[in-house]
């Protein structure tokens, strides 16, 4: 007998219908029962066969996939792997206010949190609304949120706070839920998926602080800049980055919480030292603001970014002209896998200075690059002075755009056949922008 249940997470609520046996698996979602209201989504739970669809990407985490897709007419898909085997593919509206898992009978339960945290992360990507992948702790009337790669001791560091730090509750241990409210404060809550430690909680604190972790054999803990938090942010937020207006949202979200949360860097051993540590400097220093200046920052960009973090930096000037416009806009930094003509990199030239132009020549180790607005000129790098590689743009109102969509590319190859005309097309264009 199919049935529907209410529940709320966060101020957003949602529905969920199916059978009494796949229902009975959702006891972690008890504590958010709620009256029925109107719904950010709704989900429907039925067994299924395996849609056809277009794989986009995949994203593995110890033992679980999920394949990530469209159908031919375009509808969302993802699919839900454990250990080899499918629990289930989840089919959304484009909105992704509806969605239908249908499930193999082989871990269900997996399928439907997953299913679950799938909708609730993009249906509320513009409402001011991010799951982190992070543990948190309360203490007092703030919540400490502790980020970091699968394996960094996130867990470890919540239960040494718990051990060590009286008054200290754990709050989540893998899924809270962030909310920027209307007054600009960032709100953290439990929710309904916790990873291995079972902590169900339907409560709430104002965030105090996020602290990303590194293990090291040693203890030390210091405030990042702005550029450096939004940096340290992204890689532990859940989103489908490659849609456009999801990524929008969620860059609105994690500017708000680079700008306003403070946000630390611990190098810590798993010991009560690293939690005193970290729990008597952020605690003390509050929202304290700490500046770094330009080589600090780029130091940092690219230690970053040779990590794996996607980092966005505000550019300056007009060497990339008309594809980026300095001072307005900002790149999106990826590390760089496989060079090719046509990529805008960050890169260290000539042994003197950092740049971020396009690539017009490679030859073996050599790279020759120019700046898109330069007319004459260029800089020489070798492979290893490749920091990053550009992958999109973003716009002072946080909207962002593909580098290398067919058209942009077709765009920078004309542009460049017209570079003994660039003089005259580049003074049009300013003028225009003006």
Not at 18 to 23: A, P, S, V, Y
Not at 211 to 228: C, D, H, M, T, Y
Request: charged share 20%; glycine share 10%.
């Amino acid at each position: 007998m199919r049935e529907t249940i209410h529940y709320e997470v966060a101020g957003h609520a949602f529905a969920v219908s199916g059978e009494g046996e796949d229902l009975a698996l959702m006891e972690n979602y008890a504590p958010f029962a709620a009256d029925g209201q109107p719904s950010v989504f709704d989900l429907s739970i039925e067994r299924g066969a395996a849609p056809s669809f277009k794989e986009e990407l995949r994203q593995e985490d110890e033992g679980q996939v999920i394949v990530c897709g469209r159908t031919a007419d375009g509808q969302p898909v993802f699919e839900f792997v454990w250990a080899g085997a499918t629990a289930g593919w989840l089919l959304c509206s484009a909105d992704y206010r509806e969605g239908r898992l249908a499930t193999t009978g082989s871990h269900t339960k997996l399928a439907i949190d997953n299913a679950l945290m799938v909708l609730y992360a993009l249906a509320t990507a513009g409402s001011g609304t991010v799951l982190f992948h992070a543990a948190v702790v309360s203490h007092g009337d703030r919540a400490y949120m502790f980020l970091g790669p699968s394996g960094t001791g996130k867990s470890t560091h919540a239960r040494l706070w718990l051990k060590h730090i009286d008054g200290t509750e754990l709050m989540n241990d893998d899924n809270p839920v962030v909310r920027i409210g209307a007054d600009g404060r960032a709100t953290v809550y439990g929710s309904p998926w916790s990873g291995k430690t079972p902590c169900y909680r339907n409560v709430s604190r104002e965030l105090g602080a996020i602290v990303l972790l590194s293990q090291a054999p040693f203890n030390k803990i210091r405030r990042l800049g702005g550029l450096e938090a939004y940096a340290a942010l992204v890689p532990s937020i859940s989103g489908k980055r490659w849609d456009e207006r999801i990524a929008d949202g969620l860059h609105q979200t994690e500017n708000a919480l680079a700008s306003t949360v403070p946000t630390w860097h611990l190098q810590c051993l798993p010991d009560e030292e690293a939690a005193r540590l970290c729990a008597g400097e952020i605690q003390r220093v509050g929202s304290a603001t700490t500046t770094h200046d330009d080589a600090e920052v780029m130091s940092e960009v690219v230690r970053l970014v040779a990590e794996g973090v996607s980092v966005t930096l505000p550019v300056n000037g007009m060497s990339m002209l008309p594809f980026i416009i300095g001072g307005r806009e900002s790149v999106v930094l990826q590390k760089p896998a496989a060079l090719r003509e046509g990529q805008v990199v960050l890169a260290w030239v000539d042994g003197t200075r950092y740049v971020v132009h396009r690539i017009i020549g490679i030859d073996g180790e050599h790279i020759t690059l120019m700046g898109d607005g330069n007319l004459v000129g260029t800089e020489h790098c070798t492979a290893a002075d490749v920091k990053g590689v550009v992958t999109h743009v973003m716009d002072a109102q946080e909207r962002m755009r593909d580098l290398y969509s067919w058209h942009r590319r077709w765009a920078a190859r004309l542009w460049r056949w017209l570079r003994p005309v660039r003089r005259y097309l580049l003074a049009i264009y300013i003028r225009l922008c003006e």
